[in-house]
């Protein structure tokens, strides 16, 4: 039998249902109301799903692992019946589904395209064709953002505003898909893209360890759990670490997040003292700052302003949309704006809908504006005079993490943070693994393998992996992803030990990488005692950064178990370019999770911070303290330098009131 054609026609698509619904339907005014038309997306965890019935285009998803439940949907839809209809090409907007033999030839994208195709043709005789997931992803972003009004949105302090799109000035963009894992495209045009990055710190670690932490057994569960939490019951803030009054001095917010997690390592509590609810905030406002800190940093580099936001674990809920929404605002200073997607879960299957009419697939524009620029140096080497160090990127691990640009001797500058640091590991350390110690904690990820909670590409894709971008079957996917049970005593505390140490340390590595290449610094160096002196840690983050720079960096540690007493530790720091008091007088003040107010803004900030955060009263205050401690640092050096002097002439007097007493007694 011949190929025939459904036809599939898009003049006129617009939404139907009103503002508040989530994923309402399409209207396609002009399609055959007897087509029989349907389009999936199997992702790492969810399978999502766009058919044509009535009039409309509906969207529905299953959990992957229910893929009969789909397999019976399909089926009472009648959507694969074998209807076929003579296509009436009268416009630019039709598209077809085609029938081979009498068997339906779908568009299919995903992972799951590839692992579960056998499984589509012995239960339902469907041939799939499997098309690249992030060109869906991009093709169906594309189509909603021109085509269909109404289709974006932002979403600030709980209010929506639709965004109107002038298509002429649509790209670029930057397009942060939140899946399992989360991935970071730029689309510069009409099937012109670049996967410019990825975290696997995605929906599926959320999910995960949502399920480990307050046993919910689905993840709209988790999300109406987050609305009814605290999660200052669990997270430390600046006020928790410096005070009400330091804070102000320093024009930062009280509240502002040092350290996701960190009150549970000095607290003696263990999970069953903490609610379900206060976890899941946590848990919620963790990794969505963390998502779009990142999307943010890679914006500011490629120089973008506009972010859309989409995947299936944003699922249209408010505090989710507006973490998001806040922390963009805030990092890039107002000057970027999140956006995101009525069908923010479908971007893929639409895509796959949209294929329909491509003829040509291999046009895909791929300029990859994060490779190292050829001025970086991937031969640094491990030893540093006072002349060839400056400048540098310091990153200081402690509850949160602090990262200061040393520009030259007694010059610096705090850039930027984050609120994921050694608190954050160790406190869900505690929650997880029962372990009363950091040094407990490392012991029990050496014995575990992190691949018994996390998701591969070769979990999701089969053993070929995603090789048109470059990702092998091992690589990571999603930390914790793999979490199907929702009983803590399922898992091996080491496993889930191993597996927090890999995505911490592989996401600090990633973004001490992004705000290197973002203020053009060639060398890194690492401080902290959740860092040195731990050789498994280390070693990740070494590996971490050579995977994120290509090799293009060196990471380097330092430890004050290195130096010789308190004199050389002091020393090594003074040929830094800082010194110790200096350092933690700074990293106690200007913390960790806010803006550095300095003696400049780091170069590639888009604006000055807002005059209510940054005072030049605060700012003379803080470096007329500065001032006063180098002072007195110098004071303390030129007294020790007197002190060692006269002890020397004691020591010399002695000796030679010791040689006369000898002479008299031979006489």
Known sequence: MGGRQVVLDLGGAEIHGDFEERNPPIALPNQRLDSSLLALDIGGTLIKLVYFSDGLLHFVKFERRRLHECFDFIRSKNLISGKAFSPELSNGHVLSVEFLNGHATLKATGGGAFKFSGKFKDDLGVTLEKLDEIDSVVAGANFLLKEIPGASFTHIDGRRKVVEIDKNSLYPYLLVNIGSGVGIIKVTGNRKFERVTGTHIGGGTIFGLAKLLTGCLSYDEFLKMSQQGDNLVLDLIVKDICGELVSEKQGLSSSTLASSFGKVISSKTTLSDYKPEDLATTLLSAFTYNIAQIGFLVAALLGLKRVFFGGSYIRGHPSTMDNISYAINYWSKGQMEATFFRHEGFLG?????????????????????????????????????????????????????????????????????????????????????????????LELSQRGNNLAVDLTVGDIYGEQGYSKHGLPASTTASAFGKVTSNKLSDYKAEDLAAALLSAFTYNLGQISWLVAKLSGLKKIFFRGTYICGHEKIMDKISRSLKYWSKGQLQTTFLCHEEFLGAVGAFWSYENMGIDELAT????????????????????????????????????????????????????????????????????????????????????
């Open 349 to 441: 299957a639409l895509g796959a809908l949209m294929s329909y009419n491509d003829c040509n697939t291999e046009d895909t524009e791929r300029e990859c504006d994060l490779e190292p620029s050829a001025n970086m140096d991937g031969n640094l080497t491990s030893e540093h005079n006072e002349h060839s160090i400056f400048p540098y990127l310091l990153v200081n691990v402690g509850s949160g993490v602090s990262m200061i640009e040393v520009i030259e001797k007694w010059k610096f500058q705090r850039i930027i943070g984050t609120h994921l640091g050694g608190g954050t590991i160790l406190g869900l350390a505690r929650l997880l693994t029962g372990c009363t110690s950091y040094a407990e904690f």
């Open 584 to 667: 933690k007088e700074v990293i106690k003040q200007v913390l960790l999770g806010a803006p550095y107010v300095g003696e400049k803004s780091p170069s590639w900030s888009p604006r000055k911070l807002s005059d209510n955060l940054l005072l030049k009263d605060d700012q003379m205050a803080s470096k007329m303290e500065l001032e006063k401690l180098r002072h007195e640092n110098r004071e303390l050096k030129d007294e020790v330098t007197r002190l060692l002097k006269e002890n020397a002439e004691l020591r010399a007097k002695l000796e030679e009131s010791h040689n006369n007493n000898l002479q008299n007694s031979c006489e």
